[in-house]
């Protein structure tokens, strides 16, 4: 299978190695990789904020990257969502509907790839620590993403998984939220710290990235070390696997 792999602006700049570990592992699984160049932001702060005539043309690039991917997978539930649910939105009353049609029918969450779309639970990780998995909010809500992860690391070897009571709950980056109301975002991050440091995990995992920084960040700003580090999902997956399990 052709992958087009779509790296959100946060992996990029910030987490490369969340995009190298999906990489890892699609590769491990006997699938080509492919990085199509030229790709920007998917649109999505322009949009959630109102501008959507700005955010079209970001959306029209992106339909026109990743025409001929045989599948689209997301290093992101959140710009997942935004590609695969809410393009469609913005171009609907345009003439490339269709193809925003289209290009959702292949969008797929990294978790939810492997598990729906491959058929796949055990790619043969090792990761022997206590962890919590933190559910981001478009991922979870728009996406369907809950058990998909959760099904992965059942399958990684020493791997302790310990449900948090607010796995569910939003952390408060939500984008241009965590700037708008600053606040709020801070007081939603410390309900979801405070539960996740609840379960004693040496390390929170996700399936975001920005909902990792804004977690990490309240964490090294307001609790002593040691404290728990945080990971996504795919580098939990990618562990390990050059050592030929």
Known sequence: MRIALFIPCFVDH????????????????????????????????????????????????????????????????????????????????????????ALAGKVWEFSDFLVN?????????????????HDGCHGLRELGIKSQPRRLLEKVSGLELIEMPEAESCCGFGGTFSV???????????????????????YIISNDSSCLMQIQGWLEKNHPAPRPKTLHLAEVLANALESGR
Request: proline letters at 5%; one cysteine or more; glycine letters at 8%.
């Open 117 to 133: 779309r491959l058929g796949v639970t055990d790619v043969g990780a090792t990761f022997p620590h206590r962890v919590t998995f």
């Open 14 to 101: 910030y987490f490369p190695q969340a995009g190298i570990a999906i990489t890892r592992v699609l590769e491990r699984l006997g699938h080509t990789v492919d990085y199509p160049e030229g790709q920007t932001c998917c649109g999505q702060p322009a949009f959630n904020a109102g501008y959507w005539d700005e955010a079209r043309p970001l959306a029209l690039r992106t339909l026109d990257l990743f025409a001929t991917a045989d599948a689209v997978v997301s290093a992101s539930g959140s710009c997942g969502a935004m590609m695969k649910v809410f393009t469609p939105e913005l171009l609907k009353d345009t003439s490339r509907a269709a193809d925003a049609r």
């Open 180 to 202: 708008k109301f600053s606040h709020i975002s801070e007081a939603m991050a410390e309900v979801k710290c405070h539960s996740a440091l609840a379960t004693e995990a040496e």
